[in-house]
């Protein structure tokens, strides 16, 4: 990897998980009462899209550490790699989350202790759901997300009609996921928030961090069996960039 693509597809990727809080997060905090859980997980799958098409051809448009680490254990990214990108994801979803508080605190009565878009169980979930069940919650739901994005992308990098998908199945998780535990899917898009709300969403954070990336192995696990790799065939009809692994 050249150096200007060591430093470009990092900042991509802080850019992108920054986005990704301030937007989608700012979608819960600032106008959850509004559009409801419809519209945060429309937020959360447009901003996605948006990002696939937008930094997905110099990163990939992971904005997720456990989709880094699908990536990592599906053998497309070596670990320098996976681990600059896991540095610009985390610290792009404290800015994200910093900028998101800055504004949050402009708003007149705006109740952010303790909330903040944060993910929590117990007491802390919508419908109270246990810790077995948020653990299990979330780590289904990561696999399901890794799987797809294993599956629809080529290599690394986002191209071709890959970012439908992506975005659509982040809408859908979070449909299913917002109710039970606030659907991280993401350790990143989780501990940005956490920090600022402080209290339980701090203690609780460790299931939000775990069990993503517990999911995402199991993705790309389970994606090894359904998409096995072919040896490669030069000069017979390369396959087009952006197409889906098999």
Do not use: C
């Amino acid at each position: 990897m050249s150096t200007e693509t060591e430093l470009q597809s990092p900042v991509a990727e802080f850019l992108g998980t920054l986005v990704l809080v301030f937007f989608a997060v700012g979608a819960s905090v600032l106008s959850g009462e509004y559009i409801g859980t419809l519209g945060i997980a429309l937020a959360f799958g447009f901003t996605l899209l948006v990002l696939a098409y937008v930094i997905g051809p110099v990163s990939g448009s992971h904005v997720n550490p456990a989709v880094t680490l699908g990536m990592l254990v599906a053998k497309r990214l070596d670990l320098p790699t996976a681990i600059r990108y896991w540095v610009a994801q985390l610290a792009g979803a404290i800015a994200g989350a910093a900028l998101l508080f800055l504004v949050a605190k402009q708003v007149p009565g705006l109740k952010i202790s303790e909330t903040f878009g944060s993910n929590g169980f117990g007491d802390r979930s919508a419908v109270r759901i246990n810790l077995g069940g948020a653990f299990i919650v979330e780590l289904l739901l990561t696999a399901l997300l890794v799987y797809v994005f294993l599956s629809v992308t080529h290599k690394v990098t986002v191209a071709g009609f890959a970012g439908l998908p992506i975005g659509t199945v982040l809408a859908v998780v979070s449909l299913i996921g917002i109710p039970l535990t606030g659907a991280s899917v993401n350790p990143a898009r989780s501990l940005g928030p956490a920090i600022f709300a402080g209290g339980a969403a701090l203690t609780q954070l460790w299931l939000f961090l775990v069990a993503p990336l517990v999911g995402a192995v199991l993705a790309a696990a389970v994606h090894r069996v359904t998409h096995p790799a072919t040896p490669a065939q030069p000069n017979r009809h390369p396959e087009p960039s952006g197409a889906p692994v098999r």
